[in-house]
């Protein structure tokens, strides 16, 4: 995933002929992720869903909340942009379980 528009439709819809995150988890929950790589893989994206979410919360429609957190990686990586946010959460004591799926 190269940007936030994409991890975000990755969850939202689908990619790559693949169902989307978020029909997979309120169908199963965490079982279709038992694999430690996959729910690794799926752990540090849910910081960027998670503050899309929380934009949108706030009261952004969903393609502003996408553009802002997009914009807070500054041009940097999706990795680089993980790293901060998983970062924010440490600073306000959230725990990586806390926020909604």
Do not use: C
Not at 61 to 82: F, H, M, P, S
């Amino acid at each position: 995933m190269a940007t936030v528009e994409e991890v975000w439709k990755e969850y939202r819809e689908g990619m790559g002929g693949q169902p989307a995150i978020e029909k997979l988890d309120s169908m199963y929950g965490s079982r279709w992720r038992p694999e430690p790589r996959g729910r690794t893989w799926y752990s540090r994206r849910k910081v960027i869903w998670d503050k899309i979410r929380e934009f949108i919360n706030e009261g952004m429609d969903e393609e502003a909340a996408v553009q802002e957190v997009e914009k807070l990686r500054e041009g940097g990586t999706i990795n680089k942009l993980i790293r901060m946010l998983q970062d924010e959460r440490k600073d306000k004591g959230i725990a990586d379980d806390a926020m909604t799926t």
